[in-house]
């Protein structure tokens, strides 16, 4: 094949050649880019760092094209003026660079240095990590890291055949597992499957779905790399349907470009991938609370007699979310009203005040469709606020809830009219927090138009788009608070708007529980760290009180604790049975008392992407037997986790890592690592292990995160003979103050403990210390002051327990091995425990 190329002569004038799709013409250096100019078109390839590359291509004849060639033309010159090196250069930071806009990018490359070797065959560019070859001859790139290759093209870019978009193929290794393309229920390895892209609803779903409301043109490999595919269009994302061994994108539309992510192990490639894309901000706190919810409450007092129910029965509660019935009596015919109904919810700020002054807040449902019923649809067509259809006029057509149009938020105007809405509710009635629903959007057909592009263009960004919009308002009309953006759709990078999206509307049954995990685990690899299930289950009437309990105790180990379902069975354990409700109870009792766990790995999520769900390769990374368990997890650092999930179940299977022993959380018993066990499937607990050696934090019960605090913790410490040092933080801040670490508005307190042995050959002692980390600008009423140490597995009756030099009181019980120190306060500076047998 050929195709026709412009290049530049000597002469003045430009004039059309002839070339072959694979020849290489030039390859030129320019600003820290690297260009292969062929003839298909120009290869534009960028480090971000050592570990992150860019490779983007310009198609032959494109305008983006012209404009690199015009740019590599004025690097190396053509217009045989021998005195043009003497012309002064152009300063770096005026140079244009040849970049297509990225909706998930966010990272400024850092430019690592790269070595440059090139001969007749190939073109290397090395960098410490990620390196490339070029292979002159068949015009295809293979990429390395650390010496190893992990990829390699296999025909570049081509575009279809019926010029409808593109597609890009790559050559993967016969032992690779895949993961990634979005929320899904498909296994953890996803090999073998042709993904479509393109955001949509599954009502219902059970232990497989091929889509769950969020798609994302990403792959990860158990190679130790990821590879995202920066065009938000809708498209395919193939994992070796064919078995032929190739890995391939297909995008309807836009920009040919995809990122190469690696890293030396898990943690790194994600916090790259997160670096890249953007870090998820830090909610308020009380999204770590238990929430309220149903479809939903029908009025004013159902929402306080809810309220007051959980209060009653002494269930910890923190935010109540009103479904689509606060701006409509019925179902059908209402939605796009965006204000209270006035007849069964005569007073909303009066209920919102009063839920507030009990620690619970009031979160609202909103939806981008207007119906023609809507008592605002005059007003968003006079305003030009809609989506269009072919002739410009406001597309209008039939789904669910009656005949609609659909907000435009990529136009300006459909934006500012939304955030109008948003500002307005919080400014008149007090509410807390946003729930975006149908935001995929849940029917979108091919002709409508945004300003952005046609449906197919700007659909799988549309809910990114959304949350953005409040996330860049609260930055502008709140800068100090943060705001709560519940969302089921978006796409790479919607984690630093603050989104917080759910699994959707999974069948309440086992079959719907099982897959909960799975779907978690892979969204939280793909930088969507929040992503969590309605906990019960939500679509269907089946009353099963195991199968509710089992997974209310799973949710205490996810990131956002909201049950949500259909109202013909309660979602809320205060309306469920005695029994059910009990335990219930106990999940989310425990769930408040882990709060300063579940906090810090938030934070940490913010500072380096790393999720709170983690699989277990994240500890044997070259254990490809453990790459397809998602029934056993992580839940931050320290903490492994199997959730029933399946009925009548006595026991449950749980492998246990390799990287040390596991001390179960309520027995003190150790489990040794590398192996599978089969753990007793207690009815009022599901088995939960910490890392052999760790401490946990625990808080005070509270009845909301309102009454948080961290004034008194109790540290539970895991001992096991066989562990080495270890050390953790534990972050403390307001809750609620837009980035309080980034303005010195926090509190760390750092704790070391180091085995070791003692003065003979059988004495034996550990020595744990505490030291607080202050920001300058935080208000030490309410930080760390008060320490109870209870551990756990502990071998024997202390000799002595030493606090700063002076021995202080404990207890010890031999049959069950548990060591109570008395509570002591911190003192200023460094605290040293000592703890000798």
Known sequence: MSSWLLISCAEPALMLTEYDDDELLEFTVSDDTYYFRTGAGIYELQFYSQEILEVGFLPSGSESEMAAIRKMEEEVGTDGDDDASDDPAEPPEKQEKIRY?????????????????????????????????????????SFYYDGDRILQEHDGFVQNEDDDGYRVD??????????????????????????????????????????????????????????????????????????DGTLGFEAHSGRQVYQIIAGDRWEKIIENYTELTGHQPLPPRWTFGSFASRFGYRSQEEVKETAARYHEEEIPLDAIILDLYWFGQEMKGTMGNLAFEEETFPEPAQMVSELEEAGVRT????????????????????????????????????????????????????????????????????????????????????????????????????????????????????????????????????????????????????????????????????????LHSDLGGFAGDVVDDELYVRWMQYGVFQPVYRPHAQDEIPSEPVFRSEEAMKLSKQAIELRYRLLPYIYTAAFQNTQTGIPFMRPLFFEEPDNHAIYRVSGTYLFGDDILTAPVLRQGKKEVPAYMPDTGNWIDFYTGECYEGGQRHWIPAKEDRIPTFVRGGAVIPLADL????????????????????????????????????????????????????????????TGRQVTITFETETGDAFSDEDGFSEISLHASNFPANPDSVVLNGEETGFSYDPESKILEVSTFLLESGRNVLTLKF
């Open 170 to 243: 790559f050559r993967i290794s016969e032992t690779e597992m895949l993961m990634g393309g979005g929320s899904r229920a498909l296994g953890m390895d996803r090999r073998g499957h042709r993904l479509e892209l393109y955001n949509r609803a599954h009502f219902g779903y059970e232990t497989r779905s091929e889509l769950i409301n969020y798609t994302l043109p990403m792959v990860l490999s158990s190679g130790m790399y990821a590879v995202h595919f920066d065009n938000p269009t809708t498209g395919y994302l193939d994992l070796d349907s064919q078995n």
């Open 702 to 761: 509270v009845q909301s995160t309102e009454d948080y605090s961290v004034e008194h913790l109790t540290l539970k410490y895991f001992f096991d003979a066989g562990a080495s040092g270890y050390e953790t933080r534990i972050y403390h801040d307001d809750g609620l103050t837009r980035d309080a670490f980034g303005r010195d508005m926090y509190e760390k307190l750092l704790i070391g403990v180091e085995p070791e042995a003692g003065d003979d050959d």
């Open 101 to 141: 806009q990225s909706h998930a990018v966010v990272m400024e490359p850092r430019h690592p240095a790269v070595q440059v070797e090139q001969d007749d065959e190939r073109i290397q560019l090395h960098t410490s990590g990620v390196s490339v070859i070029y292979h002159i001859p068949d015009a295809r790139f």
């Open 363 to 530: 979160v609202l449902i909103t939806e981008p469709f207007v119906l023609t019923t809507s008592d605002r649809w005059d007003e968003v067509v006079e305003e030009e606020v809609l989506a269009l259809d072919t002739l410009g006029n406001p597309a209008v057509y039939d789904f669910f809830f009656g005949e609609t149009g659909l907000i435009d938020v990529f136009k300006p105007e459909g934006e500012q009219w939304f955030w109008n809405i948003y500002q307005e509710l919080k400014e008149n009635y007090g509410i807390h927090g946003w729930w975006g629903d149908l935001g995929e959007p849940e029917v979108h057909p091919d002709w409508v138009r945004h300003h952005g592009g046609t449906a197919r263009d700007v659909h799988n960004i549309y809910g990114h788009q959304w949350g953005k919009l409040i996330h860049q308002g609260y930055e502008r009309h709140y800068p100090d608070k943060r705001p709560f953006i519940l969302m089921r759709a978006g796409y790479s990078g919607s984690q630093r708007i603050g989104m917080i999206p759910w699994t959707g509307d999974v069948s309440r049954t086992w079959g719907g529980l099982k897959p909960q995990p799975e779907i978690s685990l892979q969204m939280g690899l793909q930088g969507i760290a929040y």
